[in-house]
């Protein structure tokens, strides 16, 4: 079973930052599309971002210009550094790997206070 790690989250104020962290095997990681997704309490999960093997990425609108995602290949780990957070960015974040995800973390939850 692939195991996705992900550490990072919390709970921060309104206008914090947090950085998400996510391991992953390196036969998994290497090669693929790596991933964040998001759900949200009533909510349906949502992709944040993702980037690929060779560092391209795409984000959600509503985090854009806020979120970055990036990728350490030497260390097989995904990151998603998150600033200006909002409460609306309250949420359980999953890692994933593969495109469509055929991989998935166990999630962390972020909260942020108002």
């Known amino acids: 079973q692939v195991q996705l790690v992900e550490s990072g989250g919390g709970l921060v104020q309104a206008g914090g930052s947090l950085r998400l962290t996510c391991a992953a095997p390196?036969?998994?990681?290497?090669?693929?599309?790596m991933g964040w997704y998001r759900q949200a309490p009533g909510k349906q999960r949502e992709l944040v971002a993702t980037i690929t093997s060779a560092g391209s990425t795409v984000y959600v609108d509503s985090v854009k210009g806020r979120f970055t995602v990036s990728r350490d290949n030497a260390k097989n780990t995904v990151y998603l550094q998150m600033n200006s957070l909002k409460p609306e960015d309250t949420a359980v974040y999953y890692c994933t790997a593969n495109w469509p995800p055929g991989y998935w973390g166990q999630g962390t939850q972020v909260t942020v206070s108002s």
């Open positions: 390196r036969n998994i990681f290497i090669k693929n599309v």
